[in-house]
C-alpha cells in the first residue's frame, strides 16, 4: 500500500502551501517512496486519522500513523534504512534539530507577517473566516496591519540569513555535497513564502538563492510543480 500523506491546501488543492508539508513531501522524495496526497484544508485536520494530531503533516504507513514533519523523517529513515539517509547519522540528527529551531524562530515569523493576508485569500469563506479569526487573535491586531510592517523588516531579516548565507559558500548544501533533511526544513520555509505571496523575499544576487534553485531542482523538480504567486 502506498503511504497517505494529509497535505495542507486552501481553495486550490493543486497549490499546498505549508512548510512543514513541504518538508515531508521532500523527504519522501529523498527516500524515493510514492504517496498518495490527501489534500486537507484547515478545518479539516482535526478530523484526519481520527484526530491523531491538530497540524499535519501527517503520514499513514500500513498501521503506522505518524504526525510532525520531524518525526516523520525519522521513522522514513528507520523504518527505510536502505533507502538515502535523510540525516546521515546520529550527528545529522543533532544538527537537523538545531536547523529546524533555527528556521522556526528566524524565518518563520518574519515569512508569516509577509503573507498572512496573501495566505488568507488562498482559503476558502469557510476557512478564510478561521484562518482570520485565529491569526487576528494570536497577533492582537488585523491581518492587514501585520503586513503593514513587512517592508520595514525585510532588512533586517536578510541580515539574519548571514550564517546560512556564509555557510553556502562552502558547499552547495546544509547537508554538505548533498542534501539532507536540514536542507528541507529551510527549503519548505522558503517555498512557503514562494508559494503563498510574490512578495520578494531575497535579492536575486543572494547566493541563498541559488541554493534554493537547487533545491527546486531536487527529485525531478517536484518543488516546481506548484508555481510562484504571481
Request: glycine share 10%; hydrophobic share 40%.
Amino acid at each position: 500500500m502506498a503511504i497517505l500523506f494529509y497535505d495542507l491546501v486552501g481553495h486550490d488543492t493543486e497549490r499546498p502551501f505549508s512548510p512543514h508539508c513541504w518538508k515531508t513531501k521532500m523527504a519522501l522524495a529523498h527516500k524515493g517512496l510514492t504517496a498518495t496526497k490527501v489534500p486537507t484544508r484547515f478545518l479539516e485536520v482535526p478530523k484526519v486519522e481520527g484526530g491523531v494530531s491538530k497540524t499535519v503533516p501527517v503520514i499513514r504507513d500500513g498501521e503506522r500513523v505518524l504526525a510532525d514533519s520531524f518525526a516523520i523523517a525519522l521513522y522514513l529513515d528507520e523504518a527505510y534504512p536502505e533507502r538515502p539517509t535523510l540525516f546521515g547519522g546520529e550527528g545529522g540528527k543533532a544538527m537537523a534539530r538545531f536547523i529546524e529551531r533555527w528556521s522556526q524562530f528566524t524565518i518563520h515569523p518574519y515569512i508569516a507577517t509577509v503573507a498572512l493576508t496573501d495566505l488568507h485569500e488562498m482559503q476558502d469563506e469557510t476557512n478564510g473566516r478561521y484562518f482570520r479569526e485565529d491569526r487576528e487573535r494570536r497577533y492582537g491586531k488585523r491581518l492587514e496591519e501585520v503586513v503593514a510592517g513587512r517592508d520595514a523588516g525585510l532588512a533586517g531579516f536578510r541580515a539574519s540569513l548571514e550564517p546560512l548565507r556564509s555557510m553556502l559558500t562552502y558547499q552547495p548544501f546544509i547537508g554538505g555535497a548533498s542534501p539532507l533533511f536540514a536542507d528541507y526544513i529551510v527549503f519548505g520555509a522558503l517555498q512557503w513564502g514562494r508559494i503563498a505571496s510574490p512578495f520578494q523575499l531575497l535579492d536575486d544576487s543572494d547566493n541563498i538563492v541559488r541554493w534554493f534553485e537547487r533545491c527546486l531542482d531536487l527529485h525531478g523538480g517536484i518543488g516546481r510543480q506548484v508555481a510562484a504567486a504571481a
